[in-house]
T-cell receptor, first 117, second 115 residues
Framework: AQSVTQLDSQVPVFEEAPVELRCNYS??????LFWYVQYPNQGLQLLLK??????LVKGINGFEAEFNKSQTSFHLRKPSVHISDTAEYFC???????????????FGKGTLLTVNP | GAGVSQTPSNKVTEKGKYVELRCDPI?????LYWYRQSLGQGPEFLIY????????DSGLPNDRFFAVRPEGSVSTLKIQRTERGDSAVYLC?????????????FGPGTRLTVL
């Protein structure tokens, strides 16, 4: 089984400031890692994913995340945020591999990012 | 192209009533998923369809919940004898295949309120 912990439920920042949203996971097997964003009254949208290869992953809207296997972390970063980045961000994992329940996403509780002018 | 659509967007019902929630996946996506997002929580897996069959229903909370996908496209989540604790946003997602490295595309959700 997998579990995901998002350490901050809310992160307020000023526009153009850098931001880091933290995510730690626990799993007995190797995992794929994802960050999703949810704007008000909209569905979840994939920001980026780590499948294999380089541990630094770049996504849409200027976001990036780094996979750290030893610390079981996958923190999301953006060097300069905009008002439009205000949304809820979810970290998720699914088991790696061709068999089993590798389709099943396990989500964290989310982090509400609020960008203030 | 069209994304995943869900109807209704909002549903208010009374305790004990029956409700149906509909999901239209992206055309050509064979895999379909239902998740439930309670207030202040992340989405939780309910059920996964590959084609017409429910390949994994391990996340359904009890036998009041049932889902179908008779023609391998549209899916309906059915909840009998609704309870106040069923109030949540029900999210549907679809992907090209079931493989974990395939992106799951989410619909906007149906907000269910049980009074």
């Amino acid at each position: 089984a997998q579990s995901v912990t998002q350490l901050d439920s809310q992160v307020p920042v000023f526009e153009e400031a850098p931001v880091e949203l933290r995510c730690n996971y626990s799993s007995s097997v190797s995992v794929y890692l994802f960050w999703y964003v949810q704007y008000p009254n909209q569905g979840l949208q994939l920001l980026l994913k780590y499948l294999s290869g380089s541990t630094l992953v770049k996504g849409i809207n200027g976001f990036e995340a780094e996979f750290n296997k030893s610390q079981t972390s996958f923190h999301l970063r953006k060097p300069s945020v905009h008002i439009s980045d205000t949304a809820e961000y979810f970290c998720a994992v699914s088991p790696r591999g061709g068999g089993g329940s590798n389709y099943k996403l396990t989500f964290g509780k989310g982090t509400l990012l609020t960008v203030n002018p | 192209g069209a994304g995943v659509s869900q109807t209704p967007s909002n549903k208010v019902t009374e305790k004990g009533k029956y409700v149906e929630l509909r999901c239209d996946p992206i055309s050509g996506h064979t895999a379909l998923y239902w998740y439930r997002q309670s207030l202040g929580q992340g989405p939780e897996f309910l059920i996964y369809f590959q084609g017409t069959g429910a390949a994994d229903d391990s996340g359904l909370p009890n036998d009041r919940f049932f889902a179908v996908r008779p023609e391998g496209s549209v899916s309906t989540l059915k909840i009998q004898r609704t309870e106040r604790g069923d109030s949540a946003v029900y999210l549907c997602a679809s992907s090209l295949t079931r493989q974990g490295n395939n992106e799951q595309f989410f619909g906007p959700g149906t907000r269910l309120t049980v009074l």
